[in-house]
């Protein structure tokens, strides 16, 4: 049971990695699952540009890739971040970039979980289960 964070061609150090690992291994608890081996790698936009055309043969830019190995109830799975995407993406809804980050690290897990984006009612359940398991840093937050 393994959450690792690894950072590729991009200058970024993850905050709080404890809390971080706690949150991820609460949310997957949360859906009956248990946490395998689940490795992010925050990185650039071509890093990610350069994945997602050798990977899924599509040739676009994305804030997340996720590769999925996930067996029975155990969690496990690839996570790539372009930091460049959150960092645009956080100016563009105008958040504050730590928590669009968040965003996107939990946006991961619920594909791991089983919770697909592709159609319009797709990602409004998305939405729905970032919101909810965001809910759980900002509990956190309040009792400090």
Known sequence: MTISFQVEDVRFSLPERQRFKKWIRETVEEHGKKVG?????????EYILEANRTYLDHDTYTDIITFDYVE?????GDILIS???????AEQFGVPFEQE??????????????QGDKSPAEAAEMRQREDASLLWWERQDSEC
């Open 101 to 114: 980050l968040r965003r996107v690290v939990i946006h991961g897990v619920h594909h791991l979980l089983g």
């Open 72 to 76: 029975g109830n155990i969690v496990s």
């Open 83 to 89: 930091i460049d995407r959150v960092r645009d993406n």
């Open 37 to 45: 081996e689940i490795g992010y790698l925050f990185c650039s936009d």
